[in-house]
């Protein structure tokens, strides 16, 4: 018992001298009241315990784990997945990555004192960790008391697993998005969905989601937040004139036009403005857009983050007094 208890004091103390001395080497702080509030993270690495089932145990496994094991599947089918030669190989691979989960167990920590700070009605999940086969649509999975994260999705950007994905997806399969999903998941709780379908309505939704994580990872870089690479939002940045100026003159903000998503909200390799500038540009401008309007707002205007989180695009807008970056 006493040793168990030594072992959680030495972790959380490392934990506070980790905070401490980031937070001395950043502008960005942790909030002392945040850093007092108490959560508890569970961490159920099912991967790991999949990885020893056998024909003999593997009721075992089932019975502590019964949603990972749906009824109409038998027996058979779970000893032989736990037997193909991709699922060791998989295996292997995540074993190399993400052998020891302290790391990632802190950041959670933070994580949820945030949550817990921000939206005091959040309840702690149980974090279980598994192999999806590589399921990249789905890295991140949030449901009720759980949640699913699908740790072959995390490898890094350049791993053989993932040489026929595009790499504006692939770019941010690292283990240092592993956090920043987490993140964006549970958040999508609160946030109320588009109330429209125009593109103003859009942007400030995945705004919502961009400023929200900000708030909920104060210590993390803002590319690792959004999901840029630094050097792509150094071109946001730098463009961010001209690309208000574009959806301006083109009356595009309260457009439905049913293009626009796929050219500036949606993942992709690049933003189609049509021109010769388009293969510079990374994906999803229009998301970027929309975080520097909900910032603008929450700068410019004395509002609780629940009551933002519910406000339509539209009045984000008129009220955030948004002026582009020159």
Request: hydrophobic fraction near 40%; glycine fraction near 2%.
């Amino acid at each position: 018992m006493q040793s168990n208890i030594f072992l959680k004091m030495t972790r959380v103390l490392s934990f506070l001298f980790l905070v401490l001395i980031f937070s001395c080497t950043s502008e960005k702080k942790v909030k002392e009241e945040v850093l007092a509030i108490d959560v508890e993270v569970k961490i159920n690495r099912f991967d790991k315990k999949f990885a020893l089932v056998t024909p003999e145990n593997i009721w075992q496994l089932k019975n502590e784990y019964p949603y990972m094991f749906p009824e109409h599947y038998p027996d058979s089918i779970w000893i032989q997945k736990s037997q193909d030669t991709l699922q060791k190989q998989l295996e292997e691979e995540v074993a190399k990555v993400f052998s020891d989960f302290s790391e990632y167990e802190d950041e959670i920590t933070l994580l949820f004192q945030h949550l817990k700070y921000y939206f005091p009605e959040f309840d702690e999940p149980e974090i279980v960790t598994l192999i999806s086969d590589v399921d990249y649509r789905n890295k991140v999975i949030y449901a009720d008391s759980l949640v699913v994260v699908g740790l072959d999705n995390f490898l890094g950007a350049d791993h053989f697993f993932y040489i026929d994905i595009y790499r504006y997806i692939s770019k941010n399969m690292i283990p240092e998005q592993l956090t920043p999903e987490i993140a964006e998941a549970i958040s999508e709780r609160y946030i109320t969905p588009p109330k429209s379908r125009t593109f103003m309505e859009l942007m400030v939704y995945y705004g919502k989601k961009a400023y929200v994580k900000e708030l909920l990872m104060p210590l993390y870089d803002e590319h690792r937040v959004f999901g840029y690479t630094e050097d792509e939002l150094d071109w946001a940045k730098a463009n961010e004139m001209e690309i208000w100026r574009y959806f301006v003159e083109r009356e595009l903000l309260f457009s439905t036009d049913p293009q626009l998503p796929s050219r500036f909200i949606n993942l992709a390799p690049f933003s189609k403005f049509y021109l010769e500038l388009d293969n510079e540009s990374p994906g999803s401008l229009g998301q970027y857009m929309g975080w520097q309007i909900v910032r603008a707002y929450a700068k410019n205007n004395q509002v609780d983050i629940k009551q933002l989180l519910t406000l339509s695009g539209e009045e984000i807008y008129k009220n955030s007094r948004f002026k582009p970056r020159r």
